[in-house]
Protein backbone atom coordinates (compact mmCIF):
# COMPACT_ATOMS: atom_id res chain seq x y z
CA UNK A 1 0.00 0.00 0.00
CA UNK A 2 1.34 3.32 -0.86
CA UNK A 3 -0.46 6.94 -0.59
CA UNK A 4 1.67 9.80 -2.09
CA UNK A 5 0.59 13.48 -0.80
CA UNK A 6 1.07 16.84 -3.03
CA UNK A 7 -0.13 20.27 -3.81
CA UNK A 8 0.61 21.72 -0.39
CA UNK A 9 2.74 24.88 -0.01
CA UNK A 10 2.57 29.29 0.90
CA UNK A 11 -0.63 30.51 0.75
CA UNK A 12 -2.15 33.64 2.34
CA UNK A 13 -5.29 33.97 4.44
CA UNK A 14 -8.11 33.98 2.72
CA UNK A 15 -6.29 31.18 -0.28
CA UNK A 16 -7.17 28.50 -1.51
CA UNK A 17 -5.37 24.47 -2.23
CA UNK A 18 -5.81 21.51 -3.58
CA UNK A 19 -4.42 18.78 -1.96
CA UNK A 20 -3.87 15.54 -4.07
CA UNK A 21 -2.87 11.63 -2.65
CA UNK A 22 -2.50 9.06 -5.24
CA UNK A 23 -2.65 5.58 -4.10
CA UNK A 24 -1.21 2.42 -5.21
CA UNK A 25 -1.51 -1.33 -3.65
CA UNK A 26 -5.06 -2.05 -3.27
CA UNK A 27 -8.16 -1.93 -4.97
CA UNK A 28 -8.73 1.61 -4.26
CA UNK A 29 -12.25 2.21 -5.53
CA UNK A 30 -13.15 -0.39 -2.38
CA UNK A 31 -12.13 1.26 0.53
CA UNK A 32 -13.03 5.04 2.28
CA UNK A 33 -10.36 7.36 2.24
CA UNK A 34 -9.78 10.04 4.70
CA UNK A 35 -7.76 13.07 5.06
CA UNK A 36 -5.87 14.28 8.38
CA UNK A 37 -3.32 17.04 9.84
CA UNK A 38 -1.05 17.60 12.25
CA UNK A 39 -0.04 21.34 13.49
CA UNK A 40 3.26 21.56 15.12
CA UNK A 41 3.21 21.03 18.73
CA UNK A 42 -0.35 19.35 18.45
CA UNK A 43 -1.90 15.88 17.68
CA UNK A 44 -3.48 14.42 14.69
CA UNK A 45 -6.64 15.93 13.98
CA UNK A 46 -9.42 14.39 11.33
CA UNK A 47 -10.13 16.57 8.67
CA UNK A 48 -12.65 14.24 6.26
CA UNK A 49 -13.55 11.22 4.99
CA UNK A 50 -15.44 10.22 1.89
CA UNK A 51 -16.96 6.44 0.90
CA UNK A 52 -16.02 4.49 -1.46
CA UNK A 53 -17.88 5.53 -4.45
CA UNK A 54 -18.37 8.76 -2.98
CA UNK A 55 -21.51 8.90 -2.04
CA UNK A 56 -20.74 10.04 1.41
CA UNK A 57 -18.33 12.66 2.71
CA UNK A 58 -18.40 13.95 6.37
CA UNK A 59 -15.63 17.01 7.49
CA UNK A 60 -14.62 18.09 10.94
CA UNK A 61 -16.72 20.92 12.17
CA UNK A 62 -13.89 23.36 11.87
CA UNK A 63 -13.38 22.82 7.92
CA UNK A 64 -17.18 22.44 7.51
CA UNK A 65 -18.24 24.56 4.49
CA UNK A 66 -14.40 25.51 3.16
CA UNK A 67 -13.47 22.08 2.06
CA UNK A 68 -14.45 19.72 0.22
CA UNK A 69 -12.94 15.97 -0.42
CA UNK A 70 -13.48 13.78 -3.26
CA UNK A 71 -12.20 11.43 -5.05
CA UNK A 72 -11.41 9.95 -8.41
CA UNK A 73 -11.58 6.37 -9.08
CA UNK A 74 -10.42 6.04 -12.28
CA UNK A 75 -7.54 7.59 -11.37
CA UNK A 76 -7.02 6.32 -7.78
CA UNK A 77 -6.82 9.83 -6.58
CA UNK A 78 -8.35 11.61 -3.15
CA UNK A 79 -8.40 15.35 -3.10
CA UNK A 80 -8.82 18.12 -0.53
CA UNK A 81 -10.22 21.28 -2.12
CA UNK A 82 -9.15 23.78 0.68
CA UNK A 83 -10.83 27.13 0.60
CA UNK A 84 -10.60 30.57 2.75
CA UNK A 85 -7.19 29.00 4.50
CA UNK A 86 -7.20 30.39 7.78
CA UNK A 87 -3.91 30.42 9.86
CA UNK A 88 -5.25 27.79 11.90
CA UNK A 89 -5.35 25.74 9.58
CA UNK A 90 -1.54 25.14 8.82
CA UNK A 91 -0.17 21.62 9.42
CA UNK A 92 0.86 18.77 7.71
CA UNK A 93 -2.17 17.15 5.51
CA UNK A 94 -2.13 12.91 5.67
CA UNK A 95 -4.10 10.78 3.78
CA UNK A 96 -5.07 7.64 4.68
CA UNK A 97 -6.13 4.41 4.63
CA UNK A 98 -8.07 1.61 6.81
CA UNK A 99 -7.55 -1.89 5.75
CA UNK A 100 -6.75 -5.15 7.08
CA UNK A 101 -6.99 -4.07 10.48
CA UNK A 102 -4.51 -1.37 10.10
CA UNK A 103 -4.22 1.98 8.97
CA UNK A 104 -1.93 3.16 5.97
CA UNK A 105 -0.67 6.83 6.40
CA UNK A 106 1.03 8.90 3.44
CA UNK A 107 4.18 10.97 4.07
CA UNK A 108 2.20 14.19 4.05
CA UNK A 109 2.47 17.34 2.57
CA UNK A 110 2.79 20.93 3.95
CA UNK A 111 0.44 23.40 4.05
CA UNK A 112 1.09 26.96 5.52
CA UNK A 113 -1.25 29.71 5.76
CA UNK A 114 0.61 33.15 6.45
CA UNK A 115 0.62 36.69 5.14
Known amino acids: VQLVESGGGLVQPGGSLRLSCAAS????????LRWYRQAPGKGREYVAV????????NYADVVKGRFTISRDNAKNTVYLQTNSLKPEDTAVYYC?????????WGQGTQVTVSS
Open 50 to 57: ISSAGGYT
Open 96 to 104: SVHLASRDY
Open 25 to 32: GFIFNNYA
